[in-house]
């Protein structure tokens, strides 16, 4: 199913971004899409929706992952490369999604100290190879 999620974006304006997710019950699914834009969700959150003539729409946050999500935008060309190989070492179990060559949005497990992932991304950004935003944080 195709959950549509209202929020606002940088500039105050209403955005939407649809996310996939497996329904659990009448108006309960889970997220099984990283948001790329959406801040305070993460990959398996489990959340609330109103069916509206066939269309889902995000009520609430039910139950948290525990995942937390970084969105992260490339200023310096190449530079999501060499970031993406790194957090690859740090996290076996990587999940990103890319919106384009210069944008993309990273999964981290609850399980991973996201200190370490943090020190990282400070590293890149101090560098100002890139901007990040923390969108959700887990249970860290």
Not at 22 to 37: S, V
Not at 89 to 107: D, E, G, H
């Amino acid at each position: 199913m195709w959950l549509n999620i209202n929020f606002y974006d940088y500039e105050g304006n209403i955005a939407l971004e649809i996310l996939e997710c497996r329904q659990l019950g009448d108006n309960t699914c889970q997220i099984k899409q990283i948001p790329l834009f959406a801040p305070n969700l993460a990959l398996d959150d489990v959340v609330l929706f109103e069916n509206e003539n066939g269309v889902c729409y995000f009520e609430g946050l039910s139950l948290a992952s525990g995942n937390s999500t970084v969105q992260i935008v490339e200023l310096v060309e190449n530079s999501l490369d060499k970031l993406y190989a790194e957090l690859e070492s740090k996290i076996p179990q990587l999940s990103f999604c890319f919106y384009n060559q210069r944008y993309m949005a990273v999964n981290i497990p609850r399980e991973v100290v996201f200190d370490e992932i943090r020190s990282v991304l400070y590293e890149y950004s101090v560098l100002s190879l890139i901007d990040f935003k923390e969108a959700c944080l887990g249970f860290i």
